[in-house]
């Protein structure tokens, strides 16, 4: 307890003693800290003496004049965004959105050209390219953008059809948002640069969303159809076109068939000819003859008559039956 | 000792009042802002626009601070007919600033005075504007051509209606009339634009199934297409079945009947070669007719006047 309030009367006597010199150097402090000041790598610091702009200084540790100079540090290097009939709940490897909520969907439902209401959302991509014009040139210049995105995409989104919207036309309205919000941003003084305006979902109202999927399904549908009937042409006209080849051909083989069997015949028969002509009775008879004798043991039932017997012959057939 | 210690009180005096003397008779203007002086109240020269370090005369004169950048209006949405008596909501804005800040000073006082004077101008040229036009001249800007390459498109043969005036020229004209009235308030509206435009509730009911008609109007067309096209296809079949089918029907005969005719040709040419070749065909063919067409069914009575059997019954 003693030496404590020895100590502490050393250190009042201390403080007296050079008190001058403490507060020189706090004095010293204060101006140092506020002479002295750092500028991070994404930002550009605007440096304001008695309120009017004097220089904007890069990144690093800078000086400036303690109490007369005032610096505001924007992020220019920063890319920033606005989402737009959607809003991004936690950004990650997975992000998660929300989509519902009357915000977001006032945002997001517009008008088309003709007068049908499409659901589109979108971002909007930009850096502040002038610091000077976003900091003293337009109050609150990013809700400021925010409006003016709303409006240019809804002006170009009303020169559109609903159909177009929701398909061919998606590119060629991302380009001509960021072209127009370009120059309009230009226009206000914004002092920012638009990197990029993508577009998200664009989808038809939720309550005629079944609607446009039955478009879909009535699509899908058509193509079957068609997509049967080729299947069934093509199944059909193949096989039809090789039964026609095998039924040419088949007459091919009986043409042949025929002619070589009537050359065969005819010279056969030429060959007999030739011989028969030379003793024509007697190879008549021979032919006869031996026909006969190659005929007759083949058959059932001969019956001889004399040249009286004609009348025999009802009877015989009565016989047979 | 007394006297020293009136000395530094003299002394602390002095310096107090010269800070308050300071401070009353400078004043900073920032980038953002603009200052009109006033002498017990009334404006004393020209407004100070340029930002930096200023003087002024202590106690007697006020410095009132302006905002000098553009700032906001954002209109409350506002449900209007248009010219067919379509009900929507408008949603607007616009950007103004303070041009004339004495001006502004006299006529409107402050930002909040500023704010409600243009709700009541902007608004009224809003409502005006909209209702003396279509819904489609305050949706459409340009007579732009729609692009119809999408199949949909196609089907349902999109286009789009012509316009007159259009959206940003009815922008303008509400902006113009405004910074009319807004002339000798010392503010200036730098632009104006429709921000949101949409239907009113039950209005938007009868948009929805509209849509909902023309969507099935393209299904139906859709699958009747499919149902059309594929009988196309399937007449195609036939036919082309029945071509190839009859082709080969009619050369097969073709070929055959020249094979026939060639045969009978050469059947003609050897058995029609005199009369004796021609008996030698029908008594061989008969012979042959024998051979083939009896069997042990057959049954022949043989008279013995035949040339077989003539020997039968004699020699002679």
Do not use: C
């Not at chain 1, 028969?269 to 003859?289: D, G, H, S």
Request: without cysteine; glycine residues 6%; aromatic residues 8%.
């Amino acid at each position: 307890m003693g030496d404590q309030k020895i100590d502490f009367n050393q250190i009042l006597h201390l403080i007296r003693k050079y008190y001058k010199a403490v507060v020189t150097v706090v004095v010293l402090l204060i101006i140092g800290f506020g002479a002295f000041f750092q500028v991070g790598t994404e930002e550009a610091g605007v440096v304001t003496r008695f309120g009017k702009h004097v220089r904007t200084v890069s990144p690093g540790l800078k000086m400036k004049i303690p109490f007369v100079e005032r610096i505001y540090k924007v992020p220019v290097e920063r890319q920033k965004k606005q989402e737009f009939g959607f809003r991004t709940e936690q950004a990650g490897v997975r992000t998660e959105y929300s989509r519902t909520g009357s915000v977001t969907e006032d945002e997001a439902i517009m008008l088309t050209g003709d007068l049908n209401l499409a659901n589109v959302q979108w971002v909007v991509q930009y850096r502040v390219s002038d610091p000077y014009n976003y900091l003293f040139k337009v109050r609150d210049p990013d809700n400021t953008l925010r409006d003016l995105s709303e409006a240019v995409t809804r002006q170009i989104v009303g020169d559109r059809t609903v159909n177009e919207v929701l398909t061919v036309g998606r590119a060629e309205i991302a380009n001509e948002v960021k072209a127009l919000l370009q120059d309009m941003t230009r226009e206000y003084s914004l002092g920012v640069q638009i990197a990029q305006v993508v577009l998200q979902d664009i989808n038809p109202p939720e309550s005629v969303k079944q609607a446009f999927n039955a478009v879909n399904e009535a699509q899908q549908e058509r193509e079957t159809l068609i997509n049967e009937a080729k299947s069934e042409y093509n199944k059909v006209i193949p096989r039809a076109r090789g039964q026609a080849q095998e039924t040419i051909q088949q007459a091919e083989g009986y043409a042949t068939q025929r002619v070589n069997n009537a050359q065969g015949e005819a010279a056969r028969f030429n060959a007999l000819y030739n011989e028969y002509i030379k003793a024509p009775e007697v190879t008549k008879k021979r032919i006869y003859l031996e026909t006969l004798q190659e005929v007759l043991p083949k058959l059932g039932n001969k019956i001889i008559t004399s040249e009286n017997g004609n009348n025999v012959i009802p009877l015989l057939k009565k016989e047979l039956n | 000792m007394m006297n020293k210690r009136s000395k530094l009180t003299l002394i602390t005096a002095l310096v107090i009042a010269g800070i308050v003397v300071l401070t009353q008779s400078i004043y900073i203007v920032d980038e953002t802002q603009q200052v009109v002086i006033t002498q017990f109240g009334r404006p004393i020269g020209d407004a100070v626009t340029e930002p930096g370090l200023k003087f002024k005369t202590p106690f007697v004169q006020e410095a009132n601070f302006f905002e000098k950048r553009y700032m906001e209006w954002d209109g409350d949405p506002n449900q209007i007919p248009t010219k067919e008596k379509k009900f929507i909501f408008v949603d607007s804005y616009a950007r103004w600033h303070i041009t004339d800040p004495l001006q502004f000073y006299k006529r409107l006082t402050d930002e909040r005075g500023a704010q409600s004077r243009l709700d009541d101008i902007i608004d009224g040229e809003t409502r005006d504007q909209v209702a003396s036009h279509s819904l489609e001249e305050v949706v459409r800007n340009t007579n732009r051509q729609a692009d119809t390459t999408a199949k949909i498109s196609i089907m349902i043969e999109d286009s789009l209606a012509q316009i007159e005036v259009g959206r940003k020229r009815i922008q303008n004209m509400i902006q113009e009339k405004a910074n009319e009235e807004t002339k000798d308030l010392g503010i200036e509206i730098l632009d104006f634009r429709f921000k949101r435009i949409n239907y009113v509730e039950d209005v938007r009911q009868r948009v929805y199934d509209r849509m909902k008609s023309e969507r099935i109007r393209i299904a139906d067309k859709f699958r009747s297409e499919g149902e059309g096209e594929a009988s196309r296809i399937n007449g195609e079949k036939e036919r082309e079945l029945s071509q190839i089918q009859s082709a080969a029907y009619k050369e097969a005969e073709t070929i055959k009947g020249k094979a026939d005719a060639e045969a009978t040709r050469i059947y003609a040419e050897a058995y029609n070669k005199s009369s004796r070749s021609v008996e030698l065909y029908s008594f061989v063919k008969s012979m042959e007719t024998f051979v083939n067409t009896f069997d042990t069914s057959t049954t022949v009575i043989l008279s013995t006047d035949s040339d077989l059997y003539k020997y039968l019954k004699s020699m002679e």
